[in-house]
């Protein structure tokens, strides 16, 4: 079997979004877009009233330098669900965090260290996996978990603000959409996936960066008839530290190369189809 070329996994982006023109624009891109979601928000808490009361697994592997991993956790206890906050730290517990931290100096990759806090969590409803860089809207988990159990979504995750370091355009949030069907969603900054998902999914491939797995994922998904989307209504800012800086690409070429030899997987040009917009969605 011969490795797949670069192009066939890469989305061709870095996603950095640089440049006082690029950056004005897309600044006032967000605020005309949030002025506009005002007048959804009525709806999304209908939808989101609809679900009955779910468990839900929520992991994160943070830096103890993180500035945004508290406010994150914060918006997601603010929920009607029943949920189960297990953090990892790369090294010492954040005090105010210490109570849901449940390993510390983790040293592995992304998907390695989420197996460590994965390992005997088997009662969800929802796992979702969180980045320690995000900032979540307000009443997310909520609206959230609303929109993905009224389409039907197998693996969901929210859009990304314009302003946000987005390596695959169709991850960023859309004008007039509430979320869209999509055969592709990202293995972060922030990720859902439903009961069967996960158990099929989960224990994580033993990756260190974890690129390529988000389209092999895809493939998987196309086999067993999931439904993917992303949810344009619910955008998180993960706008600090642009990815293409934050660690080799070469290493991380070269495991996506290894890993999708010999794995089905979705190629990129079609990762960035949209199939469906949902304008609206009824609860
Ligand atoms: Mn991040």
Known sequence: MTAPEPEEFLSGETGHVAGIRRTLSRRFGDALLDLRARSAAASLDRIAAAIPRRSVLALSVYRPDSSQVESAAGELQRTRHELHLRLGSTGAA????ADSTAATNLGGGKFQNLNTLLEGEQSFDWLLVFDDDVELP?????RFLGVAERLDLALAQPAQTLMSHAAWRVTRRRAGSLARETRFVEIGPVTAFRRDAALELTPFPDLRYGWGLDLHWAALAQ???WRLGIVDALPVKHERSPVATAYGHEEAIEEARNFLSGRPFVPAAQAQETLVTHRKVQP
């Open 138 to 142: 307000p009443r997310f988990l909520d």
């Open 94 to 97: 954040l005090p105010a965090l």
């Open 223 to 225: 086999g067993r008839g």
